[in-house]
């Protein structure tokens, strides 16, 4: 039974009342798809989010773990980005990038999946040269996407050119 709201008529004095009317073939088929692509949604969720942790894994620096995911082979690229923070969405940043021939780390903005939040950009940066520094990498291109990325990307060649 569905429930429908019907306008207050003049003979009710202004009170609103809820009319019932029974529920027709064509309603409870769009109700039944819409429950079976709300149940599609939740499955494909959690399907992703399984994949996700199994792709990443936590390295452990100086200034606390972060969570990131490396793939490809060649000259190092670290790939940041201002959205939502998880590293895969750096790594679709770089699939997008077309950049196979590289070695792309993906990581996870502080306070996303594994990466504790820092509270502030200049420790966000130290978090990413301490994993450079623990991943035993000295050189490497920063990739920045998104305004933030962009500034998250700059930060970490002025404030550590060495």
Partial sequence: MVAWYSAPSTQQSGVS???SRPA???MRTRAVALGLGMVALVLADLRN???ITRRSRIVATAKGPIELEITGDGPGVLVLHGGL???D?????AHAF???????IAVSRPGYLGTPDLGGLDAEVDLY????????IERIAVSGCQEAGCRRCISPGV???A
């Fill in 17 to 19: 009342s809820v009319a």
């Fill in 24 to 26: 027709t073939p064509r």
């Fill in 85 to 87: 923070g998880r590293f």
């Fill in 159 to 161: 404030t550590h050119s």
């Fill in 129 to 136: 040269v301490a994993a450079l520094d623990a991943l035993a």
């Fill in 98 to 104: 077309d950049l196979p021939a590289h070695r792309v």
């Fill in 49 to 51: 989010r399984a994949s």
């Fill in 89 to 93: 969405q750096g790594s679709w940043i």
